[in-house]
């Protein structure tokens, strides 16, 4: 999902956590996206990694290798990458005297490891240095509403219409007018921009997964489900599919979200959802996922910022998988202490049911009105 410059943020952790946001590009010779390097495309990677080894310090070698790493990185799940990512920007460890393009590509690579106050505050320096930078806005407003900070996400939404970027913008505010519950306003506006003419796939896309997203928190499900089916026809993104999978799942459709995922790379946020849907469904294959989703967390726990920085996948894996609703909230407590999307909430609260602990039951409620989201699906758990 892309559409303003050249990242979008996603990944397991974040195609699991954050909506990734569009790319505006402002230039035709800007590039919007750098897939894995397969086949022909090993030599060229090849090539720019043996260029950049001889000359770490230009930028216009090391954000596209970098940026190269955090693709492959969201591909496949593998963390490692995206220390591989930071490294090629190793030359500029302050970021008061790092180009503008590296600040960028440093902050959504701690965007995609849910470093969400680091992301920020490279973010905000990108930002003060350069006012116009609309896609440091449209990523600073990304952060700050995974945040749960949804006044700051509209300052930066604000400053997004000021850099020239009037469609992001309305679309940025609108998702926040639906998180906080004006769902009405929230939805003509982001169904008018899908409908705008002559934009590209990829921005009709995210318009059209915002929508489809806003509408199931105001518990217009049949709408979503339509929303979500347009948003794929459009352009099938990994990102649409699989918060298309978690809402068959939240509805009870285990066997329609196998059936969406099924054919899809077998990357983390993947592979969570067919264990999840295939214990639910009891599906042939539903086993070898379960196990494979379960070596899989035990490798990733081995590196200690794991049980932080994916406990939200953990928690659902916890709940709907291994049937363990006290270890699913202590993971979803966990998580919500720094990752404040509606479905971290979702998870928060379904734990808490699960659980039939009321203390953690009001302390999700709580957590929901501090925040000021409204989701007519925490209404019928809390």
Not at 256 to 284: C, E, F, H, M, W
Not at 309 to 316: F, G, N, Y
Not at 335 to 349: F, I, S, T
């Amino acid at each position: 999902m892309k559409p303003l410059e050249l990242i979008a943020a996603c990944v397991l952790a974040s195609c699991l956590a954050a909506h990734a946001e569009p790319v505006v590009p402002t230039s035709d010779s800007q590039v919007i996206e750098v897939l894995p390097a397969v086949g022909g495309d090993r030599a060229e990677e090849r090539r720019l990694r043996r260029e950049w080894a001889a000359n770490p310090a230009d930028a216009s070698l090391a954000v596209p290798l970098s940026q190269r790493y955090l693709e492959q990185a969201r591909a496949d799940g593998d963390p490692r990458r995206a220390g591989l990512a930071l490294a090629a920007l190793k030359a500029w460890p302050e970021p008061n005297k790092a180009p503008e393009d590296v600040l960028l590509m440093v902050a959504t690579i701690e965007q995609y490891l849910h470093e969400f106050d680091k992301a920020g505050a490279h973010l905000e320096n990108l930002v003060r240095r350069q006012p116009a930078h609309a896609q440091g806005w449209l990523t600073l407003a990304t952060v700050r509403r995974v945040q749960g900070r949804y006044a700051d996400s509209d300052k930066a939404c604000e400053a997004l219409a000021a850099a020239n970027a009037a469609l992001h913008a309305q679309a940025c505010k609108a998702e926040n007018a639906g998180l906080r519950g004006d769902f009405d306003a929230g939805i003509d506006t982001l169904t008018r921009l899908a409908r705008t003419p002559r934009i590209d796939a990829g921005t009709r896309n995210w318009l059209l997964t915002t929508l489809a997203e806003t509408q199931a928190r105001a518990g217009q499900f049949d709408r979503a489900e339509a929303s979500y089916r347009a948003a794929l026809a459009s352009r099938d993104d990994g990102y649409t599919l699989v918060s298309f999978a978690d809402f068959l799942l939240n509805r009870q459709r285990a066997a329609d979200a196998l059936a969406l995922l099924k054919t899809q790379p077998r990357n983390d946020a993947v592979l969570l959802r067919l264990a999840i849907a295939g214990a639910v469904a009891k599906s042939p294959d539903g086993a070898r996922d379960v196990r494979e989703m379960r070596e899989r967390i035990r490798l990733a726990n081995q590196r200690p910022e794991a049980r932080t920085t994916h406990a939200r996948e953990q928690a659902m894996f916890a709940l709907w998988v291994d049937a363990s609703p006290e270890r699913a909230l202590q993971l979803a407590r966990a998580n919500a202490k720094h990752q404040r999307e509606p479905l971290d909430l979702l998870v928060l609260a379904q734990a808490a049911r699960a659980s039939g602990q009321q203390a953690a039951m009001a302390e999700a409620d709580s957590l929901r009105k501090d925040m000021g989201l409204h989701d007519r699906r925490l209404d019928e758990l809390l």
